[in-house]
């Protein structure tokens, strides 16, 4: 039985699987680092130490805000399975092609290529149009509407506008320069001679 078809088959799904996951490992992993990184208020700290079931809430929000504060952290904590989940499975893609050259350097082309033009429709808005970005991100993950605060609300002064805009900046670029290194990481190993059993 011809074992081409099928190792062509093979050679399709590893790359499919590691193209379509690559990117939003990637986006998860910039915003997880920007979380971690930016500069943030003693009340802003408090309330994501909250997120991570660190502490309770210490400030005086009201009941509606800590239901939204709850959809918040119920979101991080899935957010954070899908991450062990794409962490798990482009390490095992990867570890499966790590002596298969030329299969590597495909992987980490079209997986920086396509996190590149995925982060492009969103960069335009951060730019240009970033409240229609967070209108669209809040009516995704909270479609039951409990978002929206008054200006004079604890958690709009808490987070105001600029918070979100800062670390949206954050991550964006984060995923633009980890989508780079991937195509720096294929011009590279296009670069090296590949040995007939590879």
Not at 36 to 58: A, R, S, V
Not at 92 to 97: F, V
């Amino acid at each position: 039985m011809n074992a081409f078809p099928f190792n062509m088959a093979k050679e399709k799904i590893i790359i499919t699987l590691f193209a379509i996951t690559l990117p939003f490992l990637l986006i998860i992993l910039s915003y997880k680092l920007s979380l971690f990184f930016i500069l943030l208020t003693l009340p802003q700290q408090q309330t994501i130490e909250f997120f991570y079931e660190k502490n309770g809430l210490t400030l005086n929000y009201t009941s509606r805000e800590i239901s939204h504060l709850k959809d918040v952290q119920d979101i991080m904590k899935k957010t954070d399975i899908i991450f062990y989940f794409l962490l798990f499975a482009d390490s095992l893609l990867l570890t499966i092609s790590r002596k298969n050259k030329p299969r590597l350097q495909k992987l980490f082309f079209i997986g920086g290529s396509l996190t590149l033009l995925l982060i492009l429709i969103p960069l335009f808005f951060l730019l240009f149009q970033f409240n229609t970005l967070f209108t669209f991100f809040h009516q995704l993950f909270f479609p039951q509407g409990n978002w929206v605060f008054p200006l004079d609300s604890l958690l709009i002064k808490t987070f105001p506008l600029n918070f979100f805009t800062k670390i949206s900046a954050l991550i964006f670029i984060q995923t633009v320069v980890y989508g780079f290194i991937f195509l720096l990481l294929s011009s590279a190993l296009k670069k090296k001679p590949f040995s007939p059993n590879q």
